[in-house]
């Protein structure tokens, strides 16, 4: 039994399952459906390049004459072309998203599909997520609890409890540091309970500001420290900074967007849906928090769903609608196992209900959770659309309608 060629053949094969098909009940068959696909999904390139090479060290050591060797060999067939149809569901993601800007902004046919990939780093450096032009600034503090968040050297005052960690962000700019770029302020997931700044869309980050812009990637208090409304307190904390400091980086604090992935995402939507609320501005209410638009990628829209929150406020985007909410660019997996698609549908149809500016809704076809980790087919072309939207959205600014101080509207 050639064990060194059946095992990691049978890992692959179950890791393609999981993505061809992915569990979603009960939730830890979900979770665990998630975490086994979440590389074959986005690299499934770099998959049938390591079942091609085991392939052919098994033939040549002669494993594939016995039995086992030749199941072996079928599973590692079959395996293949389960991968080539992960590959072709993620190379539809990027007419998907055309489809999607031409409906939501009445953009010209071809925003990403005749935008090209960049196929060097995506199958030969996909972890490569930092450029040579981008330089990095890290743990910049930015205010946490007690404080008012911005401080006279230009970084910020940080918090002296324990969260001080916390409350720090890092920024991305182009070397060669040019003035007034377009700023997006970008929030990690981790259902309010992990993640860090450093983890998901450092691709998006470092592309966007090797063009020009200059991006903000905050941490913010996680549970149990820190309960709803903190967490939102915390990111118009970040929006507040981007205005008073954001210059002395290059930013230009009058073009800001907001985004986010997963619980980030619902962060993101209330900061974009909320700007200068007092009720989310506690010592700090005068800071413009408003912002150009709000990207969200695989998003929670739900309500907050941790212990110990405040019940008396409401935690779900829904709640929060309004006339005068920002573009809306909202981006999911219709095979996300860890938080259904569903809910993004309902969004976006709210949303447009309410709103009088765009919404752009694209549902990726394969895309699971956690599909901005590295570069991918996927990835990149989601990056693009991103890059295509704001453009859209930060030209038509002039005309964007007032934002109010107060959510006009209880859902």
Known sequence: ???GYLVPVLLVACCTSASLSPARRPPRLGRLSFRMSVLVNEQPFALLLVLGAITA???????????????ALVLAVLTSLGLVLVARRGLRAAPTLDHALVDGLRAGPGTVTNQGLPWARILLAPFAVRRRDVERLADLPYGGVGDNGVGGDGGGAASHDSRGREHRLDVYRPRARPADGPTLVYFHGGGYVSGRKELEARAMLSRLASRGWVCV?????????TNFPGHLV???????????????????????????????AHLASLAALTPRNPRFQPGFEDADTSVAGA???YGYF?????????????????????????????????QDTLVPVEGARQFVADLREVSTSPVV??????AQHGFDLFHSVRFDAVVTAVEAFADRVLAARGRAPEVPVERREER
């Open 217 to 225: 990637s905050a941490n913010y208090g996680l549970r149990p420290t």
């Open 234 to 264: 915390d990111a118009k904390r970040v929006l507040a900074w981007v205005r008073e400091h954001g210059a002395a980086y290059g930013a230009d604090s009058s073009r800001v967007l907001v985004a986010g992935s997963s619980a980030g």
């Open 1 to 3: 039994m050639p064990i």
């Open 295 to 297: 990207v969200c990628l």
């Open 361 to 366: 809704y694209a549902e990726l076809p394969g």
């Open 302 to 334: 739900g309500e907050y769903y941790g212990s110990g929150r405040d019940r008396e406020v409401e935690s779900a985007p829904d709640a929060y609608l309004h006339p005068a909410a920002p573009p809306f660019l909202v981006v999911h997996g219709d």
């Open 57 to 71: 060290l098994a033939l040549a050591d002669g494993d594939v004459e016995t039995t086992g060797g030749r199941v």
